[in-house]
C-alpha cells in the first residue's frame, strides 16, 4: 500500500497539529498502521498505532495523553491529532503500514509513507 503524509509544519509551544496520511489502495482497512517520528541525528522512533478495526490504539510514554490516532477506512486515511506540543517532537513524521501491532520496531514496518517536518518553537 502506498501512503502520503501531510499536515506538517512549524508551531508553537502548546499549539495542535493534526497530521493526515492518505493510502492508495481499498487494503488500507486490512492493516494495523501507525504513526512513527525521527529526529535529525536520532533514530526513527514509534509514535501510535492502531488497529484494523481501529478498536485498539497504542502510544509512547512521550506521547500518551497529548496525542490521538484515529482512522477513517472508508476514507482510506489515518489521522495523528498532536496536542500541547513541545520542542522536543519537532522531528518528521512517518506514516506505516502492515506490522504488528504492539510492535514498536521500525525494521517490521512492511510500507511506509514519506516524511511530514513538524517543527515545535519554544
Known amino acids: 500500500v502506498q501512503l502520503q503524509a501531510y499536515g506538517g509544519g512549524l508551531v508553537q509551544a502548546g499549539d495542535s497539529l493534526r497530521l493526515s496520511c492518505a493510502a492508495s489502495?481499498?487494503?488500507?482497512?486490512?492493516?494495523?498502521v501507525g504513526w512513527f517520528r525521527q529526529a535529525p541525528g536520532k533514530e526513527r522512533e514509534f509514535v501510535a498505532s492502531i488497529s484494523r478495526s481501529g478498536g485498539n490504539t497504542y502510544y509512547s510514554d512521550s506521547v500518551v495523553g497529548r496525542f490521538t490516532i484515529s482512522r477513517d477506512s472508508a476514507k482510506n486515511t489515518l489521522y495523528l491529532q498532536m496536542n500541547s506540543l513541545k520542542p522536543e517532537d519537532t522531528a518528521g513524521y512517518y506514516c506505516?503500514?502492515?506490522?504488528?501491532?504492539?510492535?514498536?520496531?521500525?525494521?517490521?514496518?512492511?510500507?511506509w509513507g514519506q516524511g511530514t517536518l513538524v517543527t515545535v518553537s519554544s
Open positions: 489502495a481499498r487494503t488500507f482497512s486490512y492493516y494495523n
Open positions: 506505516a503500514a502492515d506490522f504488528a501491532l504492539r510492535s514498536r520496531a521500525p525494521q517490521d514496518v512492511q510500507s
